[in-house]
C-alpha cells in the first residue's frame, strides 16, 4: 500500500470513528468546535504536508492543533451559551416575582377600596 493510499485510508477510519463516536446524544457546543477544528486542521495540515511530501505528518500535527483550537473556540462559546441560560432563568424568575407582587398590590388596593 502506497503512503497516499495508506493517509487516505487512515482519514477514512478516522471519519468512521467520528461518526461512530458522536452516534449518541446532540454534540454540544465545545465538542462541535473541536470537531470542526481537528477536521479543518487535519485537511490544512494534509495539503500543507502534500507540498513537502508528508501529507499524514501535516494532517496528524494539523489535526492536533486545529482540535486544540477548536476546543478553545468552541470552550469560549459554551460557557457563554451557558452564561446566557443562567440570565435568562433569572429573568424569568424575576418576572414571575414581579406579576406576583402586582397581584398582590391589585388585592390590596381592591381590599382599601371596599373597606
Known amino acids: 500500500m502506497?503512503?497516499?493510499?495508506f493517509g487516505a485510508a487512515g482519514l477514512a477510519l478516522a471519519a468512521i470513528l467520528l461518526c461512530a463516536g458522536c452516534s449518541g446524544q446532540p454534540l454540544i457546543t465545545r465538542e462541535k468546535g473541536t470537531g470542526v477544528g481537528a477536521l479543518l486542521g487535519a485537511g490544512t495540515g494534509a495539503i500543507v504536508g502534500a507540498?513537502?511530501?508528508?501529507?499524514?505528518a501535516g494532517a496528524a500535527i494539523g489535526g492536533g492543533?486545529?482540535?486544540g483550537t477548536g476546543f478553545l473556540v468552541g470552550n469560549e462559546m459554551q460557557n457563554n451559551e451557558n452564561e446566557n441560560a443562567r440570565t435568562r432563568r433569572a429573568l424569568?424568575?424575576?418576572q414571575r416575582e414581579l406579576s406576583t407582587q402586582r397581584a398582590e398590590i391589585h388585592r390590596l388596593q381592591q381590599a382599601n377600596e371596599t373597606e
Open 65 to 67: 492543533l486545529g482540535a
Open 51 to 56: 507540498a513537502v511530501g508528508h501529507p499524514g
Open 2 to 5: 502506497t503512503k497516499h493510499k
Open 92 to 94: 424569568r424568575s424575576q
